[in-house]
């Protein structure tokens, strides 16, 4: 069973590397995946020029840059297996194909999400690089709390995941707002997850709703992996452990709603005939 | 032209924005969806500028750069992307083999999208100035008024040139697509004053329709938004005229080339390329 699921996996990686990436040559494409988020983050480097002259040397902004950075694995897993399913079902009508496979419909989305995460890491790496040089920012190798990357990047990109099947199992029966919901998602979180400003500047009652989400948790663990401490004040007066201790309470309990809701989004979907509804939208 | 041809037309301008125009409005939900969602991104570069205490006036730059956003997403994913997704569905042959004339179509996708587009921008002007309290301020209605027609009529063009590329490629166009989001958001100052690029890269950025016309409205719209200009709003406005017409031109001589190279090399309706 195990190794089927893991052949499953390796295979739906294999087809998603194929999809995402064979219309170029493979530096290319990494270099096009990276265009976005390296965009974003320089965008907010101007925008932060209203207040400073040089971001560069400002803590403030390098943590709005890292969190920035860490958050774009996020985007491009939410709207990159968003993407998928739309494609597989109205682009190129795979969908029933993928479907009536041997392996669980589920682990072939799974094995997508790695493939995206892959690429999506090597876009951070390629952001914090921007970072380092053209925008003067201290990001050093000895800098880095290597310990706490190893504990929360896992927890992290687990917590994505499972966020991220509950709306690629969400499109399942969805038609008309799947573009939508590819591109929008990451919106909604980037507002909610304090990448961009403390928590504490949302409305009063935004900010359960961000404490509750484990991508907030996630986000400023990767700041205090880059030694930034004290962006967002209550956060930050927790200790490395109570806040690797949240994370992983909150990312198994996203995953597990993630994985539920998939299932029941699919069932739904079979029981309506919409797994592999093409509605030419 | 003749009576007939013109008639024949303006039938395909009106048949082409009628989807648009009335489909694209029909579901509430859909409607809901795309206006909301585009809101919540743009409240966090609203939140941005409170966190750092930004003065006010970055707020309202901020809500007329994200009232502008659903007019370059119309270029790209209703101009521009448009034929590939009709070459997907099969539609694009069928257009190419209808009596009437390609121009006709690709305007009448315009004028809709224009529409459409025009619905949402002033739904995020008004949750700018109802939720956020900006404070905008129209002086020289007149001016203003050329400058964002002449912004629309640029931009549409624009897409218009871009879409006859699917006669052509398929994937690679829209993988082009894709990534002239985000960097076009940055290089047009859509959350910030454009001038704070450096004068080389402004320079580059002016060449995009939607820097001049986002800077031009700015200026005329938002109190004390003449600070934070880069050319002066007559400027740009013969600037977007210049490249409207050149655009406008160049699309039509575009749209002709690469039909018939689509067709002689077989790409018109290649599906899944």
């Not at chain 1, 800098?143 to 990047?153: E, I, N, T, Y």
């Not at chain 2, 590939?84 to 809709?112: C, H, Q, R, V």
């Not at chain 2, 859509?190 to 016309?213: D, E, N, Q, S």
């Not at chain 2, 655009?247 to 080339?257: E, S």
């Amino acid at each position: 069973m195990t190794r089927r699921l893991a052949r499953a996996i390796v295979a739906s990686m294999k087809i998603g590397w194929e999809i995402e990436s064979n219309w170029t040559n493979v530096p290319l494409y990494i270099l096009y995946e990276a265009v976005r988020p390296l965009s974003l983050c320089i965008l907010l480097y101007f925008l932060y020029k209203v207040v400073s002259a040089s971001p560069g040397a400002d803590p403030h902004f390098f943590a709005i840059f890292i969190g920035n950075a860490f958050f774009m694995i996020f985007g491009a897993l939410a709207s990159g297996l968003s993407w998928a399913i739309i494609s597989d079902r109205e682009h190129y009508q795979i969908i029933r194909y993928v479907y009536i496979a041997p392996a669980p419909f589920v682990w072939t989305v799974i094995g997508r999400a790695v493939t995206l995460l892959a690429v999506a890491l090597t876009s951070v790496l390629l952001t914090l690089l921007v970072g380092r040089w053209p925008l003067g920012l201290p990001i050093s190798l000895g800098g880095v709390r290597w310990g706490l990357l190893a504990m929360s990047l896992p927890l992290g990109l687990a917590a994505a995941c499972g966020i991220g099947l509950f709306f690629a199992g969400m499109l399942l029966i969805t038609a008309r707002h799947s573009l939508l919901l590819a591109e929008g998602v990451g919106g909604v979180f980037l507002l909610l997850c304090g990448v961009l400003y403390p928590t504490t500047y949302l409305p009063w009652w935004l900010r359960p709703l961000a404490w509750l989400n484990p991508l907030t948790h996630w986000v400023e663990a990767s700041r205090r992996v880059f030694g930034v401490t004290g962006f967002d004040k209550p956060l930050g007066a927790l200790p490395d452990w109570e806040l690797l201790a949240i994370l992983l309470v909150l990312t198994v309990v996203y995953l597990y709603i993630g994985w539920k809701s998939f299932l029941w989004f699919e069932h739904r979907a079979k029981r309506a005939g919409k797994i592999d509804q093409a509605t030419n939208y | 032209m003749k009576m007939s041809s013109l008639l024949l037309w303006l039938r395909a301008i009106k048949a082409r924005a009628y989807v648009r125009v009335i489909g694209g409005n029909r579901e509430l939900s859909w409607v809901i969806t795309e206006v909301g969602l585009p809101v919540i991104s743009l409240s966090a570069y609203i939140f941005i500028y409170r966190s750092l205490g930004a003065p006010r006036i970055y707020e309202g730059l901020v809500v007329l750069g994200g009232a502008m956003i659903p007019f370059w997403v119309g270029v790209l994913w209703s101009m521009a992307t448009q034929f590939y997704w009709e070459k997907e569905m099969g539609n694009l042959d069928l257009f190419m083999a209808s009596p009437m004339p390609p121009t006709a179509l690709l305007l009448g996708m315009a004028i809709g999208g224009m529409f459409m587009s025009l619905m949402r921008t002033l739904f995020v002007i008004v949750v700018g100035v109802l939720i956020f309290h900006v404070q905008l301020s129209i002086h020289q209605p007149g001016l203003l008024t050329l400058v964002f027609l002449l912004t629309m009529t640029s931009l549409f063009s624009l897409g218009m040139a871009a879409s006859s590329a699917y006669f052509m490629v398929g994937r690679v166009g829209m993988r082009l697509n894709q990534i002239l989001m985000e960097p076009i958001y940055l290089l047009s100052g859509l959350y910030f004053p454009v001038t704070h690029l450096g004068r080389i890269l402004v320079a580059f950025a002016a060449l995009i329709p939607l820097t001049l016309g986002l800077d031009g409205v700015r200026q005329l719209v938002l109190v004390g938004g003449a600070s934070l200009g880069f050319l002066s709003p007559r400027t740009e406005a013969l600037a977007l005229a210049a490249m409207t017409t050149v655009f406008t031109f160049g699309a039509v001589r575009l749209m002709r080339l690469l039909e018939q190279q689509g067709k002689q090399r077989g790409t018109m309706s290649l599906r899944w390329q």
